[in-house]
């Protein structure tokens, strides 16, 4: 029985000893990291480890004595684990670097197609980014990271483009040049042709009349000429028109003869228009006899030289009639 005491009260010594020695053993602290270096959105786990030690904090807050934890620092952390009993503490810490990439920073283009333009005509911005969430062009608004567009500028006009990104912003700008259009070409008038002139209508019209030897009647040939003159020469547009009426002999007889029958015959050719209605005052009349005979023997009207081509009144413009 003595011996069962004895024991017991060893066992309880001891005990109160290593009571009283954990009561005076100072604390302790270690922590430790998974990685000390990190690309930034990495998770990192810290776990820690405490002895003797009333109470524990790590960076600031109460943890358990004994624990890990998992965190993604966003900047290079310090993770520090502090144990303290009474005016007794232990520390211990771990630097994680934290390495920070940078976004890329945006690029922007931007042209127009064609960039210079008539007042009134289109052209077309084109443009590219990279790395841009949002995409603007003064004056048009938020556009599609790339893409194009017809405009039709009133003025000219410089057009700059922002791309907004995470890693900054790019500009970029095109200007676009209105010119005035250039004034209509006038439409050159049509060019007609005009026609034949009143005097060349009247050398057609008034053809010679021809007369047989040593007359100055009217053969019906003749008369037919004359009425197709006289309708003519009796159209608005010719009332007045002027003429004279030369008489003209072949040179056989004597030149005093041949003037007077000459007279008689352009006489005879102004009388016969005045009957068709063509107003007298509008012909004169003269004889040149045979002045300007040069047939030699008798032929037709129509051959030069011959006494018929001679024996003829002949018919000359003076003025009026209405222009083409």
Request: net charge positive; aromatic share 6%; hydrophobic share 35%.
């Amino acid at each position: 029985m003595k011996s069962k005491i004895e024991k017991l009260s060893l066992l309880l010594f001891v005990l109160l000893i290593s009571i009283l020695i954990s009561a005076c053993a100072p604390p302790t602290a270690k922590i430790k990291v998974s990685k000390n270096q990190i690309k930034a959105g990495e998770p990192v786990n810290v776990q820690w480890e405490t002895k003797n030690a009333k109470t524990i904090e790590l960076n600031g807050q109460t943890v358990d004595k004994i624990g890990s934890k998992t965190f993604t620092p966003t900047d290079t952390t310090n993770y520090e684990i502090v144990a303290k009993k009474g005016k007794k503490s232990a520390r211990d810490k771990q630097l994680v670097t934290v390495e920070i990439i940078k976004p890329p920073a945006p690029i922007a283009k931007l042209s127009a197609d064609p960039d210079v333009i008539e007042r009134g005509k289109n052209t077309k911005l084109k443009w590219n980014t990279e790395n841009a969430k949002i995409v603007t062009i003064e004056g048009i608004g938020e556009v599609p990271a790339s893409g194009e567009r017809e405009i039709s500028p009133r003025i000219s006009t410089t057009y700059t483009l922002s791309g907004v990104g995470d890693g900054g912003t790019a500009t970029a700008s095109a200007r676009v040049t209105v010119n005035e259009p250039p004034p209509p070409v006038a439409e050159r008038p049509r060019v007609t042709d005009p026609g034949p002139s009143i005097e060349e209508q009247f050398r057609t019209i008034m053809a010679s009349v021809f007369f047989d030897y040593d007359k100055f009647d009217l053969k019906p040939t003749e008369e037919a000429k004359l009425r197709r003159a006289a309708d003519w020469l009796n159209q608005d547009k010719n009332r007045t028109i002027t003429f004279v009426v030369e008489g003209n002999c072949d040179p056989r007889g004597t030149a005093e003869y041949n003037i007077g029958l000459g007279d008689r015959r352009a006489r005879a050719v102004k009388d016969f228009l005045g009957g068709l209605g063509v107003d007298p005052s509008r012909v004169d009349t003269i004889s040149y006899g045979v002045e300007r005979a040069k047939g030699s023997e008798e032929g037709a009207p129509d051959i030069v030289p011959s006494w018929a081509n001679d024996r003829r009144d002949d018919f000359v413009y003076k003025s009026g009639g209405v222009k083409p």
